[in-house]
């Protein structure tokens, strides 16, 4: 049984830090892109960041480049998203998605990932 936890959410303030963590079982981490999401109240679940099944290719959300960095960790089984400088609109439900792949690609439609965590929240106060 595949199994994404996600965990570090809570709540910061405006220009401060996070960072996600998603533990990954039941697959075989190191042949699955990882992929972040986030879904405000009221809104659809948007893509935040990707990166493939190696670690050496990365893509971001505009709203969101140059301020997080995704990153994974094969030998953990765990993949992170690191959020600096975090504003009030990165308020939101953080998930972690995974997918089979051995290619170099990236995947940010919700639609291209097999399995899902339950979130984390990130509140960030002004």
């Known amino acids: 049984q595949v199994q994404l936890v996600e965990s570090g959410g809570g709540l910061v303030q405006a220009g401060g830090s996070l960072r996600l963590s998603c533990a990954a079982s039941?697959?075989?981490?190191?042949?699955?892109?990882m992929g972040w999401f986030r879904q405000a109240p009221g809104t659809e679940r948007e893509f935040v960041a990707a990166?493939?099944?190696?670690?050496?290719?990365?893509r971001y959300a505009d709203s969101v480049l140059g301020r997080f960095t995704i990153s994974r960790d094969n030998a953990k089984n765990t993949a992170y998203l690191q959020m600096n400088s975090l504003k009030p609109e990165d308020t939101a439900v953080y998930y972690c998605?995974?997918?089979?792949?051995?290619?170099?690609?990236?995947?940010?439609?919700?639609?291209?990932?097999?399995?899902w965590g339950q979130g984390t929240q990130v509140t960030v106060s002004s």
């Open positions: 998605a995974a997918r089979y792949s051995t290619s170099s690609r990236t995947y940010y439609g919700r639609n291209e990932y097999d399995y």
């Open positions: 039941g697959l075989t981490f190191r042949i699955h892109a």
């Open positions: 990166i493939s099944w190696s670690g050496l290719n990365t």
